[in-house]
């Protein structure tokens, strides 16, 4: 149910004005202890980053893969590493801020080969592994080459704020990861998927620890999907015993989405879940109107042009917020979207395919329906699909065990 007019009208002020929540000093005016360690490549990209003079890419990395610490270059040519001390109470916290639901963004820049390097959040990703949390959000201050599972491109638009850019797709895989499923039959097989499901949100009832004010937050996302998927793959595996294959398919349609809007939320939940709430909220009519309001609204002292590139990248993440085709651009499950999605949509709004693969009935009463579809096919996809959201829950609450 789309809300009324006056509410869309409101949704800038709530949901996406996404003003700079600290205020631009000059680095050289900063007060910084005796013996701090400086990444002086690092300051100057993040520095041109809040300026809006470089873009950030918004992905999840292995934490693996990134080198904690300040990197400089030595005279020879060689790089040098130093490491500012870890304060525990500070890392404590960052782990019960974990544990509550939240999840920063690390700042990282590229290294040599695969890896990147964090030099100032070495707190949050110290917690991240006494967490044992494998895949990280992070904000990456250089370019860099398609990645496994995608990534946003977003700009500062000083003094608005953020607005996405652009969207590089996921690096294509040869195979996508799923459940082996040992049972005889379809049916048995799927509801091995709902069981998994549901022992993954007992797992994420463990993980959590109560916050002191209750608050929507990123395990109310996670706690979600996964009842959801047990739900809907309990439904589907009933359905293929009845040989209900079309009726399974708007199901699999289904969990297929759920993968790929969970996969952009997981990107980075402070950035991208915003967006998803506000976009549920007020529906793409809504959003459009609030785009609007965001473009005429008068404000001194801004660019009018750079008042309009904030608006619509905030237009253009909308966008990808509603569209199947875009989020499938990100989630490594997407690599099926163009072979499976057109008949699936189909079948789950009835178009005349749908209505005609009973159309053999009229004079064969037993005819089994022409769906073109078959139980194997459907299965792969449910399970490729739940496979894709349940590794991901179980590794952002420390039961991580393959790369993604």
Not at 295 to 311: H, K, L, T
């Amino acid at each position: 149910m789309v809300h009324s007019h006056p509410r869309k009208a409101r949704l800038h002020f709530s949901k996406l004005r996404t003003r700079p929540v600290t205020e631009m000093i000059e680095i050289e005016k900063l007060s910084i202890d005796e013996g701090i360690k400086r990444d002086d490549h690092f300051i100057s990209l993040y520095k041109q980053y809040l300026l809006g003079k470089r873009h950030a890419h918004v992905t999840r990395l292995p934490l693996k893969h990134i080198n904690v610490g300040v990197r400089t270059r030595g005279k020879d040519g060689t790089f040098q590493w130093a490491f500012n001390e870890l304060a525990d109470d500070s890392v404590q916290r960052g782990i019960r801020s974990l544990r509550r639901g939240m999840r920063p963004t690390l700042h990282v820049y590229r290294g040599e080969g695969e890896t990147f390097v964090c030099p100032d959040d070495a707190h949050s990703a110290e917690a991240y592994r006494l967490s044992g949390i494998g895949l990280v959000p992070c904000f990456i201050l250089e370019d860099v080459p398609a990645l496994p599972n995608g990534c946003l491109t977003i700009r500062t638009f000083y003094p608005l704020g953020q607005a996405l850019t652009g969207v590089r797709s996921r690096r294509d895989v040869s195979s996508l990861p799923a459940k082996q499923l040992p049972g005889p039959d379809a049916r048995t097989r799927v509801a091995e998927l709902s069981d998994w499901a549901k022992e993954t949100a007992i797992a994420v009832r463990g993980f959590h620890l109560e916050a002191d004010e209750p608050v929507t937050h990123w395990h109310h996302v996670l706690i979600s999907v996964a009842e959801r998927v047990a739900t809907a793959t309990d439904a589907i595996g009933m359905l293929l015993e009845r040989r209900a294959v079309l009726e399974a398919a708007a199901i699999v349609r289904l969990v297929y989405e759920m993968a790929l809007t969970f996969h952009l939320n997981w990107l980075d939940p402070e950035y991208t879940g915003r967006y998803l709430q506000a976009i549920a909220d007020v529906g793409p009519r809504g959003w459009k109107q609030a785009i609007e309001v965001l473009q005429s609204e008068p404000d001194a002292g801004i660019n009018v042009s750079v008042r309009r590139a904030w608006a619509e990248g905030h237009e253009r993440m909308g966008a990808l917020c509603s569209s199947p085709n875009q989020k499938a651009d990100l989630s490594p499950v997407g690599v099926l979207h163009a072979k499976i999605y057109p008949k699936l949509s189909g079948i789950a709004h009835q178009d005349f395919g749908a209505l005609a693969a009973f159309a053999g009935r009229l004079d064969h009463a037993d005819a089994a329906p022409a769906t073109g579809l078959d139980e194997t096919s459907l299965e792969h996809i449910t399970n490729v699909s739940t496979t894709s959201i349940l590794l991901r829950i179980l590794d952002d609450v420390g039961l991580g065990s393959v790369d993604l």
